[in-house]
Structure formats: structure tokens, C-alpha cells
């Protein structure tokens, strides 16, 4: 694995692979000293075009926590905010000698630009690009939908494990969500079924094409399909034009759109006991998701955050300490380290 650009590069076995490296990854984390040697003397360059609190900081932790040296790239107060391109950045970070950019940038795209384009000689890891995708937030849910539901009763653990028989219900602001077009793909990977329940505006043009079904209305899909994961989307009023404090053009204002797709105690009661809650960050409390949800006992929302260091990790790691055959033996390595 050279780049981590999409979750459609990821076939199952890839992805498996990724997966239960993070879980080698978060089992270290549990211990009083959580600091690996495995990528000392490596750099990671943290090149972030768009504001992020949850991904910045979870991609600087799970470096720091391998050892490398970590390198924090903001836009605003930099020398793009002079009109510098992304080419004349990319090559000031390949003078640094970077081994590792991960890139988040406004525009669909831009890390693929920057692997294919031969400015940089690092891996790209793809930290959100536009309304593209965002692939190590599908594994971090991935990580976690495994974690809660492909295990069994007589004690077989989930490591080795895809999400076949899962199902998946997306629900929200899937139009300008990456991270929605990302989990989509991913979950078919790995054997899930998944749906995608939305108003009509919210849809994107082209959706019948995506491996998945999809839905307006919310509540007989809960009802009927008896999801085991429920994933709530942000809704991006921020891309949203049209004017006002609701939706814009998109729906006509948050009380209907709560009513309609928003998840709450009436809603939480149509899951089936063992169904777990899911959000991306940050969270419109109030909007799609209400209070009672987003703190009941099946909310795994905090814990999507914690996963996403052991997966980034796990990524960061796959990506930088060696080949393939080096990789077989990550858990021997980590655990001796």
C-alpha cells in the first residue's frame, strides 16, 4: 500500500488487514507507557487547507504515538493565504523531506493530485477532500462497528473478521457528506448491507449507481430492517446556500427537518436492543440527532474518536515501516516494542 486516497482502492483483505493492525495498535494503548519506536526518525506532515479540530489532532496523536516526527501545516497564516499553490507547498514539503502527508483539502481531489503528480515522493493519506471522501473515517467506523457487532457469543474474537450480515442504515446529509460516500463503499467491501435514508434535496445525482439501497422515508426502515448500526449525519449548513438559518434551499427549516430525519428517544426505540449509534463529529445536537440519542448507553460516538487513533495508527504504520513481509509480523513487533 503506497497511498491511502479512497475506500474504493481497498479490496476486503486490505481492509481486514487494516483493521486488525489497529486492533494490535489500540491493545498497546492500554498500557502505562503508549509510545511505539516503530516509525522514529520518520516525518509526517500534517497539511491541512480546511478547518478540522477531531482529524488533525487524531492523525498528530497516532504519529507521536509511533515515534515520528510531526510536522502541523495550517493554511490560514501560512504563505497560502499569499496565493501560494498547492504544487510550490507540496514541493517546500518534499525539501523538508516528508515521508508521510496527510492532506485535507476544500477541493475534490486534491490527494490524488498530489500522489499522481510527482512533486512529492511521501505517501498521501487522504484526510477529507471536499465532498469526496475521507477514508480512515470509514475504517475507524468500520473498527468500530466490528468491535461491537461481528464477534460472537462463545467467546471468538473479531480480529480476522469482515462485516458480512450487517446492516447498515446512513441517514442525513449525504449530498455534501464524504464521509458517507467513503463508509458506503467500505461497508460493501466488507460484506455489510447498507442504506442510505435522506430527503430527496439531499440526495446526490448519480446515487442508483452506489452498492447500496436508498430511502426517504426514515422511520419504516428502522422499523422493518432492524439495523444494527444506525450512522447520523452532520448536517453541512456551512456548504449549504440559500440563505437563512435552516437549510437553505435543502429543506425548509430544522424543526421539519428534525422531525423527518433528525434521530431521537421515539426513534432509538425502534432499534433492536443490541443496535449501536454512530455520528462522525461534531454533532448538531438538537438536529439530527437529540440528546437522548446521542447519550444513551448504545451511543459508540466517543468511542469512534478513541478508534481513530489506533486506526490511524495502524494506517500511518502499514504505510511507512516497511513491505509486505515486515507487515505480516506487525503484531510480533508491536508487542515486543
Known amino acids: 500500500m503506497r497511498h491511502l486516497l479512497s475506500t474504493a482502492d481497498l479490496d476486503v483483505t486490505t481492509a481486514v488487514r487494516i483493521l486488525d493492525t489497529a486492533a494490535q495498535m ?11 519506536p516503530t516509525l522514529r526518525g520518520r516525518t509526517v506532515v500534517n497539511l491541512f487547507f480546511e478547518d478540522s479540530t477531531r482529524t488533525r489532532i487524531s492523525f498528530e496523536t497516532a504519529a507521536k504515538r509511533l515515534s515520528a ?33 496527510v492532506i ?61 450480515g450487517l446492516r447498515v442504515v446512513i441517514v442525513g446529509d449525504v449530498l455534501h457528506s464524504r464521509v458517507a460516500r467513503s463508509n458506503v463503499l467500505l461497508l460493501r467491501t466488507l460484506g455489510a448491507d447498507v442504506t442510505l435514508v435522506a430527503p430527496p434535496t439531499l440526495v446526490p445525482v448519480g446515487v442508483e449507481a452506489w452498492p447500496c439501497r436508498v430511502s426517504y422515508d426514515l422511520d419504516p426502515v428502522l422499523r422493518d430492517q432492524q439495523p444494527d448500526a444506525v450512522m447520523m ?48 463529529g461534531p454533532m448538531n445536537r438538537g438536529l439530527e440527532i437529540s440528546a437522548d440519542a446521542a447519550d444513551s448507553p448504545r451511543a459508540v460516538i466517543v468511542e469512534q474518536v478513541t478508534n481513530g487513533v489506533a486506526v490511524r495508527m495502524a494506517v500511518l504504520y502499514l504505510l511507512l515501516a516497511g513491505d509486505l513481509a515486515e507487515q505480516k509480523n506487525v503484531e510480533e513487533r508491536v508487542v515486543v516494542a
Open 233 to 280: 449525519l452532520r448536517v453541512q449548513r456551512e456548504r449549504m446556500t440559500g440563505g437563512g438559518s435552516g437549510g437553505g434551499a435543502f429543506f425548509p427549516n430544522p424543526v421539519e427537518y428534525t422531525r423527518g430525519y433528525g434521530l431521537d428517544r421515539r426513534r432509538l426505540a425502534l432499534l433492536p436492543d443490541h443496535a449501536i449509534v454512530m455520528h462522525p
Open 26 to 36: 489500540a491493545a498497546t494503548q492500554s498500557r502505562e507507557i503508549k509510545k511505539l
Open 104 to 164: 485535507r483539502h476544500q477541493a475534490s481531489g486534491a490527494p490524488h493530485t498530489l500522489a499522481a503528480s510527482g512533486w512529492v515522493d511521501s505517501s498521501v493519506i487522504n484526510a477529507g477532500d471536499g465532498t469526496h471522501q475521507h477514508p480512515t473515517q470509514a475504517l475507524l467506523d468500520a473498527y468500530t462497528m466490528r468491535r461491537h457487532l461481528a464477534g460472537d457469543a462463545v467467546g471468538v474474537g473479531d480480529v480476522g473478521r469482515d462485516l458480512s
Open 69 to 101: 516526527d510531526v510536522i502541523n501545516f495550517s493554511a490560514k497564516g501560512s504563505s497560502v493565504s499569499k496565493g501560494e499553490s498547492l504544487k510550490d507547498t507540496a514541493l517546500t514539503l518534499q525539501a523538508m523531506g516528508a515521508d508521510a502527508v
